[in-house]
């Protein structure tokens, strides 16, 4: 059997789908406070603009998903 054949066919309940999306963002959004804040309390190496992108646009993002996703 192909592979495209089988995928086809798979299917998972959305509470499922929305349950794997929830957790990757909470793992991702802990990843890059964790990131933050070893740069800011302990003067890790954060290129710039890696520092401004995650405090600006990546991490209020996922606050705002994570919200819609009911974490």
Do not use: C, T, W
Request: net charge negative; no cysteine; hydrophobic share 40%.
């Amino acid at each position: 059997m192909e592979y495209n054949s089988i995928m086809k066919n798979l299917e998972i309940p959305f509470e499922i789908a929305d349950g794997i999306v929830l957790a990757s963002l909470q793992n991702h959004i802990g990843y890059l406070k964790e990131e933050v804040r070893l740069h800011v309390e302990e003067g890790g190496y954060l290129h710039p603009e890696d520092y401004h992108n995650s405090m600006v646009n990546l991490i209020p993002a996922m606050e705002l998903l994570i919200d819609y996703y009911g974490g």
